[in-house]
């Protein structure tokens, strides 16, 4: 099975700091894409960043920024100057013709 | 641009009735759409994949012919849960993309309650 790995259930981060959050996955596929999904209590899913296998360069999105190993099928999410507003639930993702979720991260941030 | 709509948000049913879930694109043509279940705490699982005038492509161990899939037309899929029981109970999250094909817009939501 082609599968979404997370191992962080759950983070904390002090307000201000920089956290990472890990995803790795398993695909038979060439081309693909990697997201990584926000959702907070709402439970609206919000795209936070995607990036496309073929494509070195690492995705980056204001405070948001993607560690992509390639051959390790390592995909981490970094995000600096946490904020209040971070606090969610985290998904990291894999897509072609489908997507793929893991099992999520739940951040907290520290005021 | 790209929003999705769901109607409707929060829905309470008795055990045996079925009930109807919609999700429309609002502002983009949705060649494809895609239903999840989300229990608490837990992630989305893909249920099916629909394309506008086709049947659906259902994932391993979901029941088509307890949770029926119409994608009708390019702004519009329904999902009807049939016979529902209280195991049903649960959180349905519709997706659509045709924008730039790989890329997934998400509804709000549906909290379904069977009683």
């Known amino acids: 099975a082609q599968t979404v790995t997370q191992s962080q259930p759950e983070m904390s981060v002090q307000e201000a700091e920089t956290v990472t959050l890990s995803c790795t996955y398993d695909?038979?596929?060439?081309?693909?894409?990697l997201f990584w999904y926000k959702q907070p209590p709402s439970r609206q899913m919000i795209l936070v960043i995607r990036?496309?296998?073929?494509?070195?360069q690492n995705a980056t999105e204001n405070r948001f920024s993607v560690n992509f190993q390639k051959a390790a099928k390592s995909f981490s999410l970094k995000i600096s100057d946490s904020q209040l507003g971070d606090a969610a639930m985290y998904f990291c993702?894999?897509?072609?013709?489908?997507?793929?979720f893991g099992k999520g991260t739940r951040l907290h941030i520290l005021p | 641009g790209a929003v999705v709509s769901q109607h409707p948000s929060w829905v309470i049913c008795k055990s045996g009735t079925s009930v109807k879930i919609e999700c429309r694109s609002l502002?983009?043509?949705?060649?494809?759409m895609f239903w999840y279940r989300q229990f608490p705490k837990q992630s989305l699982m893909l249920m099916a994949t629909?394309?506008?005038?086709?049947?659906?492509?259902?994932e391993q161990g979901v029941e088509k012919d307890k949770f029926l899939i119409n994608h009708a037309s390019l702004t519009l899929s329904t999902l009807t849960v049939t016979s529902a029981h209280p195991e049903d109970s649960s959180f349905y999250i519709c997706?659509?993309?045709?924008?730039?094909?790989?890329?997934?817009?998400f509804g709000p939501g549906t909290r379904l309650t069977v009683t």
């Open positions: 997706s659509a993309s045709g924008l730039a094909g790989y890329e997934q817009y």
């Open positions: 695909t038979s596929e060439s081309d693909y894409y």
């Open positions: 990036q496309e296998a073929y494509k070195q």
């Open positions: 993702a894999r897509g072609d013709d489908k997507i793929i």
């Open positions: 502002d983009f043509q949705a060649t494809t």
């Open positions: 629909s394309n506008e005038g086709s049947k659906a492509t259902y």
